[in-house]
């Protein structure tokens, strides 16, 4: 089982940053993924940034050029740099944890959220 524990969420100005961090514990296997999604009011759950264990690194288009996503694998943490914030990222942000256990099979968690809002 991992367990998630996510920082960061809270309210920021349009053009303002934001750093989110999560950190996973538990029984971490050393093929893993850890990344963001978010889901904003009346849209769907989508992708914002992950990152392997190698440091390979996937963004979506909505926020590239904007955000940074990073881990540490010593700590088991992954951080996203927000910057340039607009409206519209304004969501729940959901870390995200996958871990890989075998060639073709892996189990993902979830954290709980963080609320981030983007307002004047």
């Known amino acids: 089982q991992v367990q998630l524990a996510e920082s960061g969420g809270g309210l920021v100005q349009p053009g303002g940053s934001l750093r989110l961090s999560c950190a996973a514990s538990?029984?971490?296997?050393?093929?893993?993924?850890m990344g963001w999604y978010r889901q904003a009011p009346g849209k769907e759950r989508e992708l914002v940034a992950v990152?392997?264990?190698?440091?390979?690194?996937n963004y979506a288009d909505s926020v590239k050029g904007r955000f940074t996503i990073s881990r540490d694998n010593a700590k088991n943490t992954v951080s996203l740099q927000m910057n340039s914030l607009k409206f519209e990222d304004t969501a729940v942000y959901y870390c995200?944890?996958?871990?890989?256990?075998?060639?073709?099979?892996?189990?993902?968690?979830w954290g709980q959220g963080t609320q981030v809002t983007v307002s004047s």
């Open positions: 990152v392997s264990n190698g440091g390979s690194t």
């Open positions: 538990g029984s971490i296997f050393s093929i893993n993924t």
């Open positions: 995200h944890f996958f871990n890989r256990r075998s060639f073709a099979h892996g189990d993902q968690y």
